[in-house]
């Protein structure tokens, strides 16, 4: 166990160890365009205060499968590339999450200010998420040009992102905090956001680019990935809506906000779907508002309805339903079933 801890540590110095290669590249291109000294300044920041912080899970995710589909065959360059790959997706997530936090008018992020918040921002993070976007392409171009997958890179970034932004004015649309409608939500609704918002770039990108790069041809390889991925994305985004509200503030980090934010989360959208009349009505006098005491009325509803025994019985029902879709895969497609058993090992029954 020491072991592969020890492991896990050094491939995540190793990923880190790239970024500022990757940082002083996109730095050159400014200079070739002669970019005055105060915006390329200004782009330094951006790049160093949004893309590395976080938990790099899905970057390092790029970099795990492909040690699996490759096994004793990979090679110092497949990891090398497979860690730019992992930043291109990490470099997709901090364009989503600054455009994410200018929407939501989120206060902070990764325990720092959000960026358009800091001194002297403001909306110019608006363009700033748009040139964290073309670092992607810029990346593909000058190290995977020359493969014969490049643009299968490309037009896979490209889908993800329209899938993800899709996701993204689903749930803007269907709960924004100034304006609580419960009517709006549904369970459907809810399914469409997580698999949408969250599941295709967090689980499904990162798998993807691997099989690029360990030249699996096979579209059926990638329907199977698919097939997994999704429903094990949306069972880690059902997790984190659980853990909004039932986990310890202490032990995950944060405290939880779904509730006065008037989220479209699982739990509520379950409270609705078997609320009475008496129950529906506390619901739409509490839910969303910025207020601490009606936050406590709908987490005493929620113990009232036993939501959270509905979520340990779709905990169950998923890890299941996923593990039945694992054990079935045929491996002759082109992808083990050791790159989804590394994912479900991550996020079964985690507590934070």
Request: one cysteine or more; proline letters at 2%.
């Amino acid at each position: 166990m020491v072991a592969i801890k020890l492991q896990k540590e050094e491939n995540r110095k190793a990923f880190l160890d790239v970024f500022p290669t990757l940082a002083e590249e996109v730095l050159a291109e400014l200079r070739k365009y002669n970019m005055p000294e105060d915006a390329y300044n200004w782009t330094k920041q951006n790049l160093e205060y949004n893309v590395p912080g976080g938990k790099l899970n899905r970057g390092l995710s790029v970099v795990d499968t492909i040690r699996i589909l490759k096994g004793d065959a990979v090679t110092d360059d497949d990891i090398f590339k497979a860690t730019v790959l992992g930043w291109l997706v990490e470099f997709l997530q901090a364009f989503f999450l600054v455009s994410d936090d200018i929407m939501d008018a989120s206060i902070t992020r990764r325990g720092q200010p959000c960026w358009y918040r800091k001194d002297g921002v403001g909306m110019v993070a608006i363009n700033d998420a748009f040139i964290l976007e073309s670092c992607i392409y810029i990346f593909l171009k000058k190290y995977f040009k020359s493969t014969d997958y490049y643009i299968d890179l490309v037009e896979l970034f490209h889908e993800v992102t329209f899938q993800t932004e899709l996701g993204q004015l689903c749930d803007l649309i269907t709960a924004p905090e100034d304006n609580v409608d419960l009517n709006k939500f549904s369970i459907a609704k809810h399914h469409f956001i997580v698999v949408y918002k969250t599941a295709y770039y967090s689980f499904y990108l990162p798998v993807a680019l691997a099989m690029h790069m360990a030249g699996v041809k096979n579209e059926t390889a990638f329907q199977k990935a698919q097939d997994i991925l999704i429903p094990l994305g949306e069972y880690f985004q059902v997790q984190d809506d659980y853990l909004d509200c039932y986990g310890d503030p202490a032990f995950i980090g944060k405290i939880g906000t779904d509730i006065q934010d008037n989220k479209c989360s699982w739990l509520i959208n379950q409270a609705l779907a078997k609320a009475n009349s008496e129950q529906r009505k506390i619901l739409d006098e509490n839910y969303g508002k910025k207020d601490a005491a009606a936050e406590a009325k709908i987490k005493d509803l929620y113990r009232e309805m036993d939501i959270e025994g509905l979520y340990k019985a779709y905990e169950e029902e998923s890890y299941k339903k996923i593990s039945g879709l694992i054990g079935e895969l045929d491996e002759s497609v082109g992808v083990k079933k050791a790159v989804f058993t590394e994912f479900m090992d991550k996020i079964y029954k985690r507590t934070k």
